[in-house]
């Protein structure tokens, strides 16, 4: 198949002085800075020292023993393999990738491309592997005057139409994290004007950073990378064999896909002067795609399972496809800005909304489109996002500032709020069809047949504790939960944390890593809050198995066992929160692994035996799976495990309420229920054990 050249849609650096001004029509911000104002200013991914590393896997190797693969004697024999390697292969491996790293730094890191290909590369389906989702929260939207589900379709293309158009024209704020919360006007003058020029002024404790990031570092307001937002809309992943691409729509393309009852719409989303469409036209759309659906029933030849398929089994299908005359058709999908996949059933809880959302059923779901919003007749959307482009953080951006502006527009009571509305307006929705032969139609069956299967012996609930917003509490509901406790007034939340001066993150972490521990009879690695292209945070450390120990082996009815286990949970959760900090700096382990296994390949190297010990390779199998993405415009988060008989583990912690997705396969010793009434318990007894500690 010939590869079509299109116009890429460029998101770098704009002078100040070029960019538009501010429309309130079009957009959704008006920024100080330029949004890519810091990109270039960025400080430079870390690699750790070779001995720092050294130290940290021991500790981590340490702290799993008692796991089948890490016995005293497979620890000794890969404490052996190892410092033969440090002392050997390492040094060369190490400084072939500091050397790539310091050849390429204008364009990237060493991190960013063998990541990107390695995911790009796998030929696992999708769903179920990769794919996660966030569910947004009503945008306050509350009964009598919460929108049903076309109305809030209709409410995020709107909204999402003109973040495109504030994210192009460069007014979309850069994104910051602020320690000390934000610059003051003085900082936002010096970081527009002072110049790029990097500069070292060791006795400050400055090295190699960028004037005009310097007025917001001495703030402590540390810039974000935001390369991956030119993948937020108008993009997809194109399967092609043995390794996929990501692809950006011409500059022309100006509309949305609706996927509904397995049928593709086109909607446009912009007139040809760029103006975003009005809600009610945009409304008008989406309720005549619904008509249309309703009346004609499902589309039984719908090619949406070959999305869910083995990406080498779609790569050969999808050239079917074009031969048979749908290059067209299959622009249509792969050029629009997102893809609205709009089910016509409603979701019973919330853990039926996380199973549908990351993966749902083959013949109504794309997962090829970079972003996916997903929703039931219930009207919670599900943002479900292909992950090699991009991760949570820019995700949760994009929903943050969309769902923020939906907030602030509600006041006019506009048509979308109103549950009544009907339109007048003529809908130009056009369906997008596709042509099929016969091997075709039965390449689609056997790639449905494959990923329902798998998707139907995939269980998930959520354990949400306390007072969740008003219009989730009824949702919420499963009868497994309500027979365990009556959670909904359960105290456990940001706020007593805070109260007992504990880490919200690390006390969740500890807790389900106890709980992994417990129910598995054995240590277990885990991965902390991570996202694809940033360090690894691991939750299994001496001090969180030291506590764990104590909670599973010591009577937790005496008062000084509790005591002694509230120590260890305070230790714990303070190595947690160190380590957080370090990898955040670039101090991990794991990327730097990483990063000299690739350049053994890359250079033809034969990898060292260590590389191949039950004992390094049970570091990276994580039965715990674990994400937390906490924001005012997210309800849930849900992902599947990622490896046989585990679990896939998103948190929340918000100051009134907790809420715990677990996702497992029960026939591969995974049961959700099991392990979702062991961590009550675990987080009751951590309760208990802090307030025992004023006894």
Not at 18 to 28: F, M
Not at 67 to 75: C, N, Q, V
Not at 276 to 283: A, L, T, Y
Not at 453 to 468: D, F, H, I, S, T
Request: proline share 5%; with cysteine.
């Amino acid at each position: 198949m010939r590869r079509t050249i299109v116009h890429s849609r460029n998101f770098s650096s704009t002078e100040r002085s070029l960019r538009p001004k501010y429309d309130p029509e079009k957009h959704i911000q008006n920024a100080k800075l330029p949004t890519f104002h810091f990109q270039d200013s960025l400080p430079r991914m870390a690699i750790p020292p070779l001995a720092q590393t050294d130290k940290k896997i021991r500790e981590a190797v340490k702290a799993l023993e008692g796991h089948p693969k890490f016995t005293a004697e497979k620890i000794a024999n890969f404490e052996k393999l190892w410092a033969d390697f440090v002392a050997s292969e390492g040094p060369k491996l190490d400084q072939l990738l500091r050397d790539d790293d310091e050849q390429n730094f204008k364009n990237s890191n060493f991190l960013n491309k063998p990541w990107t290909e390695m995911y790009l590369r796998d030929r696992r389906p999708l769903p179920m592997n990769y794919n996660p989702t966030v569910v947004l929260t009503d945008a306050g939207q509350t009964p009598p005057f919460r929108p049903f589900q076309f109305q809030r379709a209709a409410q995020i293309a709107w909204a999402s139409a003109k973040f495109y158009l504030t994210l192009k024209d460069h007014l979309l704020e850069p994104d910051v994290f602020h320690m000390k919360g934000k610059p003051s006007p003085k900082a936002d003058f010096l970081a527009r004007w002072l110049p790029s020029t990097r500069i070292s002024w060791k006795s400050k404790g400055i090295e190699n950073q960028s004037m005009k990031y310097l007025p917001y570092a001495m703030n402590m307001s540390f810039p974000i990378d935001m390369s991956q937002y030119k993948n937020i809309m108008f993009s997809t992943r194109i399967p092609e064999k043995d390794i996929d691409r990501i692809q950006r729509g011409p500059l022309e393309t100006r509309h949305a896909t609706v996927l509904y009852c397995g049928r593709f719409y086109k909607i446009d989303l912009f007139d040809s002067n760029w103006n975003v469409k009005s809600q009610e036209d945009i409304f008008a759309d989406f309720a005549a795609i619904q008509a249309d659906g309703d009346a004609r029933g499902f589309n039984q030849d719908s090619i949406c399972p070959l999305s869910s398929a083995e990406r080498d089994f779609w790569a050969e299908t999808r050239q079917m496809l074009v031969e048979n005359g749908n290059q067209e058709a299959l622009d249509a999908v792969d050029h629009s800005m997102v893809c609205f996949t709009l089910d016509n059933y409603a979701y019973n809880d919330a853990g039926e909304c996380c199973s549908e959302t990351y993966s749902g059923p083959a013949k109504n779901r794309w997962h090829d489109k970079s972003i996916q919003i997903v929703m039931g007749k219930c009207a919670l959307p599900g943002v479900n996002f292909e992950h090699a482009w991009g991760d949570g953080a820019a995700v949760l951006s994009y929903m943050n500032k969309i769902n923020h502006y939906i907030e602030e527009t509600l006041a006019d009571k506009t048509c979308i709020l109103n549950r009544d509305f009907k339109t007048d307006k003529v809908s130009k929705a056009v369906e997008i069809e596709f042509k099929l032969n016969d091997e075709i139609k039965s390449r689609i069956d056997e790639a449905q047949a494959a990923h329902d299967e798998r998707w139907n012996r995939l269980q998930c609930c959520v354990m949400p504790l306390g007072k969740a917003p008003a219009a989730m509490n009824e949702f919420y509901y499963d009868q497994e939960a309500q027979e365990t406790k009556d959670i909904f007034s359960h105290p456990l939340n940001r706020n007593w944390m805070l109260s007992k001066k504990l880490g919200a993150d690390g006390f969740c972490q500890l807790g389900l890593m106890i709980t992994g521990t417990k129910y598995y009879g054995h240590p277990v690695s885990g991965t902390g809050p991570k996202h694809g292209r940033t360090e690894c945070i691991r939750p299994c450390t001496a001090e969180g198995q030291a506590a764990a120990r104590i909670y599973i082996h010591e009577d937790m009815s005496k008062v000084e066992n509790k005591k002694k286990f509230a120590a260890a949970i305070r230790a714990a959760i303070k190595r947690h929160n160190k380590q957080t900090k370090e990898c955040l700096g670039g101090n991990g382990w794991d990327r730097h692994i990483f990063g000299m296994r690739h350049q053994a390949k890359k250079n033809s190297l034969t990898e060292h035996d260590v590389f191949n010990t039950e004992t390094f390779q049970g570091l990276f199998e994580f039965p715990l799976s674990t994400s937390t993405l906490n924001s005012d415009a997210v309800s849930l988060g849900a992902f599947a495990p990622v490896v046989p008989g585990g679990f896939g583990l998103g948190y929340i912690v918000y100051p009134d309420w907790l809420g715990v997705s677990i996702s497992g396969f029960k026939d591969e010793g995974a049961d959700v229920y099991e392990f979702r009434k062991l961590l009550l318990q675990v987080f009751e007894d951590m309760m208990d054990a802090v307030e025992a500690e004023q006894l």
